[in-house]
């Protein structure tokens, strides 16, 4: 590379000779030489070693909840991210987190500190490596108590399968922006942001929906990122967490029951992003004879939050009489998630109504003819 640039400029040297006066010419070639050694020692530290400069911090942050580190690459690079929590220049915290960043590639990775602060003030440090050496380092000023004490009091913040909900009083009116985070280990997997946020004397409340589908039994962990507006300053940073294991969830509809005495059927609504693949399972059990039977039905959908489908099941042989009935909503780990239960007489008269009258048969016409004269009568009496 650095011979072929030689030849380049060599060549310009030579092309630009030929158009110049003699004079001009020999002043200029006494020049050339410190040009050319000038610029291959340029391309020597940009080519031989252009990755002093490829890996580096594009931005840091911390409070004593979490820390925050943006690593940009325009290399490939597998390194870690070493963040210390220091007091009086000792490290009283320290957590390792391996990364990979490809090249142009911009990688976050978010830490939660675990100790108890003792101090009021400490001092937040990442440093990058990649192997064993040293790329870059930033420090960031850490506040706990009074000093960083926000205008707000977080009444609530709730995260679930579904979602989250952050819930904020204020002492005084401000304005915030509220980032919301959803993190898996160290990393950033889902960011939304709401800006200019009021902050007045009534609570704000912020709700976000995951818009992913979640694993099963996984473990995540919500941050909220609170900047506070202030005038002359830069925003008053504030982040609190929550974690939640993610489950799938389902809820029977109870105004979308129906048993009777033919069979039952019941809505059911997703309430996870979890996919919940499951079934219905519906028993009856006799009160007179404590004889108890149970039906299953396979639900068509596949549900996650705010989907719904209906399953239904008919009884097969259930004889007149009292029962206890009882519908579960089970997931495929045989786990019911929810459940009604209800009451079902089924008379004998019900048995009987299901064989219809043989309209050929004497009875038949008699009864016809009954309900003709009760008819006639009652329009008679004008009722």
Not at 291 to 310: A, F
Request: glycine share 4%; hydrophobic share 40%.
């Amino acid at each position: 590379m650095i011979e072929r640039l030689a030849d380049a400029i060599s060549g310009m040297l030579k092309s630009t000779s030929e158009c110049l006066p003699s004079a001009v010419y020999a002043h200029f070639s006494k020049r050339k030489v410190l040009h050319t050694a000038v610029l291959l020692i340029f391309c020597i530290f940009t080519f031989v070693n252009p990755a002093t400069a490829s890996l580096q911090v594009a931005d840091f942050f911390s409070d004593f909840t979490s820390s925050e580190v943006t690593i940009k690459s325009n290399q490939s690079h597998q390194g870690k991210a070493i963040f210390e929590l220091m007091h009086d220049r000792k490290a009283v915290e320290s957590h390792e987190v391996p990364f990979k960043a490809d090249a142009g590639e911009t990688v976050s990775k978010v830490i939660l500190w675990q100790n108890k602060p003792q101090y009021d003030y400490y001092t937040a440090k990442v440093s990058i490596y990649n192997d064993t050496k040293l790329h870059d380092s930033k420090s960031y000023e850490v506040s706990y108590g009074t000093v960083a004490l926000p205008s707000f009091h977080v009444v609530d913040f709730s995260p679930s399968n579904n979602g989250v909900q952050l819930m904020l009083r204020p002492f005084n009116p401000s304005v915030a922006d509220i980032k919301i985070e959803l993190l898996d280990n160290n990393d950033i997997v889902y960011a939304e942001t709401k800006e200019d946020v009021s902050l007045t004397a009534n609570a704000a409340e912020v709700k976000i929906t995951w818009p992913f589908l979640l694993t099963d039994n996984k473990e995540y962990t919500a941050r909220a990122k609170v900047l506070t507006h202030r005038l002359h300053a830069e925003p008053l940073i504030n982040t609190y967490i929550a974690s939640f294991t993610a489950n799938d969830d389902i809820e029977i509809l109870r105004d979308d029951v129906e048993v009777d005495e033919y069979g039952a059927s019941v809505t059911l609504r997703g309430k996870s992003q979890v996919p919940f693949d499951g079934f219905i399972d519906v028993s009856a059990k006799n009160r007179a004879t404590n004889e108890t039977k149970t039906y299953r039905q396979q639900l068509e959908e596949i549900l996650v939050s705010g989907k719904e489908d209906t399953a239904g099941v008919v009884w097969n042989g259930l004889a007149p009489g009292t029962y206890d009935i009882t519908i579960k909503a089970v997931n495929q780990q045989k786990v019911a998630l929810d459940k009604y239960e209800t009451v079902l007489r089924i008379p004998e008269v019900a048995k009987a109504a299901q064989t219809p009258p043989d309209k050929s048969a004497p009875g038949f016409t008699a009864f016809v003819l009954l309900v003709v004269v009760l008819v006639a009568a009652r329009i008679r009496r004008g009722g």
